[in-house]
């Protein structure tokens, strides 16, 4: 899991926000404390009257809309698939997000805290974490990394599919690549090809080679 970084941390204590962020991916998913956040930077450009600090899908995604049109007039670039993943509480969006907003509205460069795995928005960082016979299935790794809230959102069906194939498509990949690191652990024993002992190809003497290239343009 992403951590925020003390500079981050520092920086929303200091801020007379209404509500305390204590779990960075349930506190900012409906976006209040962004707009709050943003309330205290351009409050020429926002009012907090127009949103409402609620957690049911409607309000979530009022909030948002009127964030992002926010974004776009003051070119924030805040990327439209970190609003979505901070929307659904997808693992280390919000955390990416507060430290993108960070450095947009405060222009500061942020001391990045390690990160030892790679950010895609889902599950296996904890998954990886786990013994390998209490790791997800694949039709877990979908039920975990599809939230309820992403399909009511998603009104197209083939957008859906594609999103549970790219998931399943992942965790085959991750699957094959715990049997090549431990292949004792699921008990797989080389080939026949892999069993023989390979030498290394015979060195041709340059002035052999040289009498062979000599002797070929000849005929």
Partial sequence: MLLLPRDVMKWLQSMDLTVMVRNVRRDCSNGFVVAEICACYYPQHISMHSFSNGTSLEEKLKNWSVLEKLFEKLEMKIPHELVEATIHMKPDAAEILMQVLYNRVTNRVIKSVPVDHEIDFSDWYYQRQLPLHARATAAKAVSNNIKFTELITEPNDI???HKAQT????HMEHRL??????PDRFEIEPTLG?????KPAAQIPAHKSKKKIEASEGN
């Fill in 194 to 198: 892999e069993q023989c002992i390979r």
């Fill in 167 to 170: 998931i399943v498509n992942n």
């Fill in 159 to 161: 957008l859906k599919q």
């Fill in 177 to 182: 690549k715990q049997r090549v690191e431990q």
